[in-house]
Each structure stands twice: as structure tokens, then as C-alpha cells.
């Protein structure tokens, strides 16, 4: 059985996000690297801003699909309940 598609959105972004903490764990690491020189290291840090930006933006996504995806077992389970409901009553109308 495959996932839905908004669980495939969120699998993904979960690996980007995930890709992209590494990215700025090593980002950080090579930043505090003397040798590194001066140009480098504003290049870095412009390329670390924009990295952090994005991972921002990831991130309310991700929060976002995971309350569509909570919204959407609300609405499966509100139905497993009328449809137990509903056989609730026709047994005990029906006495079967």
C-alpha cells in the first residue's frame, strides 16, 4: 500500500530538513576554520543565512501538512463513528 500524497510531502520535507541541519552543522563547522579566508567566510555566512531562511520556511510547511494530515483522520474517525452508530441503531431497532 503507498503512502498518500500529503504524507509523501511530508516524508520529503522531513528529509530536507533533516539535509538541511547537516548542511548548516558543517557550514558552521568550516566557518570556525581559521585558515578559511576572509571572502570565503562572508560567502559562507550569506550562504548560511539563506540556508537558515529556507529551513524556516520548511519547517511551516511541515507544521502545516501535519494539521492537514490531522484534520483529514479527524474526518475518518467522525466517520467510523456515525457508521458504528448508525449499525448501533439498526441492531437494536431491528433486534438482529
Not at 570556525?32 to 570565503?40: G, M, Y
Not at 511541515?62 to 484534520?71: A, F, G, I
Request: with cysteine.
Amino acid at each position: 500500500m503507498q503512502p498518500c500524497p500529503l504524507q509523501k510531502q511530508i516524508q520529503t520535507t522531513s528529509d530536507t530538513i533533516a539535509s538541511l541541519r547537516e548542511r548548516v552543522r558543517r557550514m558552521e563547522r568550516n566557518l570556525n576554520d581559521p585558515s578559511l579566508p576572509e571572502d570565503r567566510k562572508r560567502e559562507m555566512w550569506l550562504e548560511l543565512k539563506e540556508i537558515g531562511k529556507l529551513l524556516e520556511t520548511n519547517e511551516q510547511q511541515l507544521k502545516q501538512m501535519h494539521k492537514e494530515n490531522s484534520k483529514s483522520f479527524a474526518v475518518a474517525a467522525c466517520l467510523f463513528f456515525i457508521c458504528f452508530l448508525v449499525y448501533g441503531l439498526y441492531v437494536l431497532v431491528n433486534g438482529v
